[in-house]
């Protein structure tokens, strides 16, 4: 009997119709008995804005958890830009066009995909589906959570608390040219972030209410956030834990860490820091779903 990870990219057609590309990476066990395949839990990981499936620490992640025994999917969300090149964004008008209900969308794609059965050559155990994201993908995969009771755990990586995160000129300026520039010079940063985004936010106030999630999620949830995180304060996975059902939330502070958990580009394998992120999940996942 021989092992390996075998790592696939496939494509998704959310409810819009749109392309959600996704890779896909398991444990191959090679038995003669094909009926006594093991099934492995699935681990979608969610890529936190600007971010994506190739990008840092991400491709890495994905090993590590098929490696573990668990069946990895680390997604691109259908707008955030990538395309053909899966280095960099090129497609900016779809970036432009991204909102939090598309990428909820998307998500909620690959968990369809996996729950109808149409991933069991990937050897997929679909009652046994877990979520992870970091920053703003942390908060689509708690109200994802929160929303959907095929999932069974949750981890969530330097979370947000609330999608909102702009000020009130911030946003009249942007209401008044119809776009959020995402460099101080639109000419050599032509990265962009329209209208709708904004609009999508205030319609669903309600639903996307992070807080109000939390105090929802019913299923294992692990919290992990750095101390010295500058773009996402602690606070806010602090708030979040303040909110969440504490008899299933664990909620791990790193001394000395920041946002990025010390990912470069190109990525170092050797990271302390992610490497023992790893080891905290992938222990706390063994531990509570398998």
Same mark, same amino acid.
Not at 93 to 105: C, F, I, M, P, R
Not at 144 to 154: H, M, Y
Not at 280 to 290: D, F, G, P, R
């Given at each position: 009997?021989?092992?390996?990870?075998?790592?696939?990219?496939?494509?998704?057609?959310? #409810?819009?119709?749109?392309?959600?590309?996704?890779?896909?990476?398991?444990?191959?066990?090679?038995?003669?008995?094909?009926?006594?395949?093991?099934?492995? *839990?699935?681990?979608?990981?969610?890529?936190?804005?600007?971010?994506?499936?190739?990008?840092?620490?991400? *491709?890495?992640?994905?090993?590590?958890?098929?490696?573990?025994?668990?069946? %990895?999917?680390?997604?691109?969300?259908?707008?955030?830009?990538?395309?053909?090149?899966?280095?960099?964004?090129?497609?900016?008008?779809?970036?432009?066009?991204?909102?939090?209900?598309?990428?909820?969308?998307?998500?909620?794609?690959?968990?369809?995909?996996?729950?109808?059965?149409?991933?069991? @050559?990937?050897?997929?155990? %679909?009652?046994?589906?877990?979520?992870?994201?970091? %920053?703003?993908?942390?908060?689509?995969?708690?109200?994802?959570?929160?929303?959907? #009771?095929?999932?069974?755990?949750?981890?969530?990586?330097?979370?947000?608390?609330?999608?909102?995160?702009?000020?009130?000129?911030?946003?009249?300026?942007?209401?008044?040219?119809?776009?959020?520039?995402?460099?101080?010079?639109?000419?050599?940063? *032509?990265?962009?972030?329209?209208? @709708?985004?904004?609009?999508?936010?205030?319609?669903?106030?309600?639903?996307?209410?992070?807080?109000?999630?939390?105090?929802?999620?019913?299923?294992?949830?692990?919290?992990?956030?750095?101390?010295?995180?500058?773009?996402?304060?602690?606070?806010? %996975?602090?708030?979040?834990?303040?909110?969440?059902?504490?008899?299933?939330?664990?909620?791990?502070?790193?001394?000395?860490?920041?946002?990025?958990?010390?990912?470069?580009?190109?990525?170092?394998?050797?990271?302390?820091?992610?490497?023992?992120?790893?080891?905290?999940?992938?222990?706390?996942?063994?531990?509570?779903?398998?």
């Amino acid at each position: 009997m021989t092992k390996s990870i075998i790592k696939q990219t496939i494509q998704v057609e959310n #409810s819009s119709h749109e392309k959600v590309t996704c890779d896909i990476r398991n444990l191959r066990t090679n038995v003669i008995n094909e009926d006594k395949v093991r099934k492995y *839990p699935v681990a979608i990981l969610c890529p936190g804005f600007m971010a994506f499936k190739d990008w840092g620490p991400f *491709p890495y992640c994905g090993n590590k958890l098929a490696e573990a025994g668990f069946v %990895s999917i680390v997604l691109n969300y259908s707008h955030n830009g990538i395309t053909n090149d899966y280095n960099r964004i090129t497609e900016l008008e779809k970036l432009a066009n991204n909102t939090v209900s598309k990428e909820l969308e998307d998500i909620k794609a690959v968990i369809d995909e996996i729950a109808n059965d149409k991933l069991k @050559r990937f050897n997929i155990d %679909s009652n046994k589906i877990l979520l992870l994201g970091h %920053s703003r993908g942390a908060a689509n995969a708690l109200i994802t959570a929160a929303n959907d #009771s095929r999932i069974k755990a949750l981890v969530t990586w330097a979370g947000i608390a609330k999608y909102d995160r702009w000020t009130k000129n911030q946003k009249d300026n942007w209401k008044k040219i119809g776009y959020l520039p995402l460099g101080k010079n639109i000419t050599s940063n *032509p990265l962009k972030i329209n209208l @709708r985004a904004l609009e999508d936010l205030e319609l669903h106030k309600n639903e996307y209410n992070l807080l109000k999630a939390a105090r929802s999620v019913q299923i294992p949830w692990l919290i992990i956030h750095g101390e010295e995180d500058l773009i996402v304060k602690i606070e806010e %996975s602090i708030n979040l834990y303040e909110a969440s059902n504490k008899t299933i939330t664990q909620f791990v502070k790193l001394k000395t860490v920041g946002h990025l958990f010390g990912a470069t580009v190109p990525f170092d394998e050797n990271n302390s820091t992610i490497n023992h992120l790893l080891e905290l999940t992938i222990n706390w996942l063994k531990y509570n779903c398998t």
